[in-house]
Nanobody
Framework: QVQLVESGGGLVQAGGSLKLSCLAS????????MAWFRQAPGKEREFVAA????????NYADSVKGRFTISRDNAKNTVYLQMNSLKPEDTAVYSC?????????????????WGQGTQVTVSS
């Protein structure tokens, strides 16, 4: 089992940047496919980005392509989400998730472990 703790959220103006981090417990972090999802008030959870075990492959939602970058450091048990050119519609609680099967699926049912989330608010 793995525990996930996100950090790095906050309030930023439109056009600004934030970098989220997700620290995982345990020794098997490198075996997990990792992803970021987000959920805005009154909306369903939405896929943002995913990264494979070795970081060789990534997957992005169309809404964030070219603006967000997912990365990972297996030595630090951490996955990151660099968010640039932020828009008010990016406002949401961002959560990281882990898939022991190592996929980079955009479906939330593929992920077994979830963090509590960190709030990102983008003002116009």
């Amino acid at each position: 089992q793995v525990q996930l703790v996100e950090s790095g959220g906050g309030l930023v103006q439109a056009g600004g940047s934030l970098k989220l981090s997700c620290l995982a417990s345990g020794r098997t972090f490198s075996m997990y496919g990792m992803a970021w999802f987000r959920q805005a008030p009154g909306k369903e959870r939405e896929f943002v980005a995913a990264i494979s075990r070795s970081a060789r492959n990534t997957n992005y939602a169309d809404s964030v392509k070219g603006r967000f970058t997912i990365s990972r450091d297996n030595a630090k048990n951490t996955v990151y989400l660099q968010m640039n050119s932020l828009k008010p519609e990016d406002t949401a609680v961002y959560s990281c998730a882990a898939d022991p099967a190592g996929s980079i699926s955009s479906r939330d049912v593929s992920y077994d472990y979830w963090g509590q989330g960190t709030q990102v608010t983008v003002s116009s």
